[in-house]
């Protein structure tokens, strides 16, 4: 009885062994690969917008590693007839995130200068965008959101003043 539980024993260890050595890698992460859209997202695209802010054209940059650069012919103009609407604008840095194998999300940030009615602030934008790799197209909404200068957006929330959708085209060389 001894002999057969010994062996019984040592059958179960070599099992399990031979099972650890060829069905379980310990060096080796077994996860459900993410779709990385990166390939056909990254690079620079002429866009047409249209929404709360008028109709304007802007240059957007996706780069590989998820930063995000937008500029726009609107950055400087005030609204026609009232500067109080829409403040004057830098440039706007942020970061994007592959949603799905042809759509993404960022967010970004800005700052918003002053004008006689209106202070500064720190514009946070939410933005999400599909894009079609044959077409070489973008389309998506934006939510813009204001800050006080003294104020967190990375953290804090505040009321949507804005919201825009795009379309555009790749910058091809």
Known sequence: ??????????????????????????HKVSARPI??????????????????????????????DGNFFFSASN????????????????LVHGSWKCSSDREVTGTTLNFNYPTATVPSTISKTDFRATFDPKAQTVQGTVTIKNFDLDANPLVDDAPEVGTF????QRVKP
């Open 75 to 90: 950055q400087v103009v005030p609204i026609q007839g009232s500067d109080s609407l829409r403040p004057l604008y830098g």
């Open 165 to 168: 959708t795009f379309t555009g």
């Open 1 to 26: 009885m001894k002999t057969r539980n010994t062996f019984v024993t040592l059958t179960i260890c070599v099992l399990l062994a031979l099972t650890t050595t060829f069905f379980v890698n310990l």
């Open 35 to 64: 779709t990385d859209c990166r390939k056909f997202v990254t690079g620079t695209y002429l866009t047409t917008n249209s929404g709360d802010l008028g109709p304007f054209r802007a240059i957007t940059t996706y780069t590989q």
